[in-house]
């Protein structure tokens, strides 16, 4: 791999984010709710209106928030939820980021790859459990390249198991890799590529990422623009929080979005939001320098669907049932569920063991588990894997998604995929709750588009899969 930064320059300006946050620190009421009149139309906000919401801290103003990111996520994604689950590949890493237990200098963590064959246990159990989306996660260790990270891509798709079906979009969580690198990926057919800049404020940075590729913050800051050079559409960024101030680094992340889409079109496909977990050995993720109270990780989430409606939001198993519940309603798009966070854990009866783990799981419910509640919550679990595989992809996923595109495809994929999970994975007591959910949902389409969707669901019912508009 070829690491250069020759030429880079940080298009994070750190005085100027601070300005803002301290420019918008308090607000007339009336200018927050201009703030949100605008945002219910749907076409974003700007840094500083960002800025003015992150920091109204005032219960009264923090429904009217919440009411109004309820409002945005209902118009553009209905009551659809997109599901998925992470698979851990390896986690052997030669960085020593100071609040991840695959730390180099964690001595105390089992190390393991997964074999090939190990992948496929791994798939195989996910499958059938009726996962059709996975994210592959991987420490960064120089025996790990390119070449070795698309032939575990290429492993996970062609596993099939017996009457369960395939997986359908293989998602990558993988250290920055050069443009060569991100075309091998994209020739073996991820869909999103995901990299966390962790922190934008570059001493942090410095400080918690003393070694190895990642100490090159501007590396990591260039990694989603070599990706979509590389022809990768779907890029998903995130920053951690608890590392530093989360006021900062969510002003920096749209900066980061903004740029995105000023160089290639379009910004980023996914943003995710992890707060600091335990982990073994790493004391910083025991007590997070900058916490970030459940009051404010709230109020970022419905902020962030206001400030970037169209981008889906990714919420992991970090967070546990009650914050996840409420999430839901206040932007979250996409979804894990059932998630082990080490190499092996589907295949491993004992899973809740802290010496492998990259860190502790807020939410260790069962897919089938999560599902019944989404459900109770009214929302449809999605395994739609259509767009990626239509090409609907990047730029010209977005220009649909704004013409309101994902009501009219998405919602009837939701049913098709939903409908296949019921009959193929479900327990008793969700097919008891699902079906009548569907047949709800199909009686709100008008009498055209109700008569595509019936017949397809017909089909689904008959024993026809992957069926997608
Ligand atoms: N090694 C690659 C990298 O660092 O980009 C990708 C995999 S890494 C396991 C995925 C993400 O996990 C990191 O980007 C970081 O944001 C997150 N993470 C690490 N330690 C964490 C912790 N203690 N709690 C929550 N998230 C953590
Ligand atoms: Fe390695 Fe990624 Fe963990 Fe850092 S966050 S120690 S790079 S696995």
Redesign the pocket.
């Known amino acids: 791999m070829h690491l250069t930064t020759e030429g880079l320059t940080n298009f994070i300006d750190e005085d100027s984010i601070w300005n803002i946050v301290h420019a918008t620190a308090t607000a007339e009421p009336k200018r927050i709710h201009d703030i949100l009149d605008k945002a219910k139309e749907a076409k974003g906000l700007t840094l500083e209106e960002t800025a003015f919401l992150l920091q109204a801290d005032d219960p009264e103003v923090n429904e009217a928030i919440f009411e109004t990111a309820r409002a945005v996520k209902r118009m553009i994604y209905g009551n659809r939820l997109v599901l998925f689950a992470p698979l851990y590949v390896t986690?052997e890493?030669?960085?020593?980021?100071a609040?991840?237990?695959?730390?180099?200098d964690n001595k105390d963590l089992e190390r393991r790859t997964l074999t090939a064959e190990e992948i496929r246990q791994e798939v195989f159990v996910l499958e059938n459990l009726g996962h059709k989306r996975l994210l592959l996660v991987?420490?960064?260790h120089p025996k790990f390249g390119a070449d070795w990270i698309a032939e575990t891509v290429r492993t996970v798709y062609e596993t099939v198991a017996e009457k369960s079906g395939e997986i359908r979009r293989v998602n990558i969580n993988c250290?920055p890799l050069d443009v060569e690198g991100f075309r091998t990926l994209h020739d073996v057919g991820i869909g999103t590529y995901q990299c966390f800049q962790?922190t934008y404020h570059s001493s942090t940075y410095s400080k918690l990422?003393p070694c190895?590729h990642?100490q090159h913050i501007l590396w990591r800051l260039y990694a989603l623009h070599r990706a979509m050079e590389a022809g990768i559409d779907d890029v998903g960024m995130g920053a951690l929080l608890g590392i530093y101030d989360y006021r900062f680094d969510t002003l920096a992340m749209l900066t980061h979005a903004a740029e995105l889409e000023d160089k290639f079109g379009v910004g980023p496909h996914t943003i995710s939001f992890p707060r600091l977990e335990p982990a073994l050995n790493a004391d910083i993720a025991f007590n997070p320098p900058y916490p970030i109270t459940d009051i404010q990780f709230k109020r970022l989430v419905a902020v962030l669907r206001l400030s970037v409606p169209y981008t889906g939001l990714i919420l992991s198993t970090r967070e546990g049932q009650a914050m996840r519940r409420e999430l839901l309603d206040l932007g979250v798009s996409q979804l894990s569920a059932g998630s082990r966070t080490y190499p092996g854990g589907y295949a491993d009866p004992n899973y809740d063991r802290p010496e492998v783990q990259?860190f502790c799981v807020g939410d260790n419910r069962s897919l089938d588990e999560v599902i019944q509640e989404i459900v109770h919550q009214g929302y449809i679990p999605s395994w739609c894997t259509a767009c990626y595989r239509l090409g609907r992809t990047g730029e010209h996923f977005m220009e649909l998604a704004k013409k309101g595109f994902i009501q009219d495809f998405c919602h009837p994929n939701s049913l098709f995929t939903f409908k296949e999970y019921l009959h193929d994975y479900a327990t008793d007591s969700t097919r008891t709750l699902g079906f009548p959910l569907i047949q709800r949902e199909l009686d709100e389409f008008p009498t055209k588009r109700r008569d595509v969707v019936a017949s397809r669901l017909q089909r689904i019912e008959h024993g026809e899969r992957d069926l997608y508009l």
Do not use: D, L, V
């Open positions: 986690n890493c030669s960085n020593r980021c609040y991840c237990g695959f730390k180099a991987y420490g960064e250290a962790e990422h190895g990642k990259q």
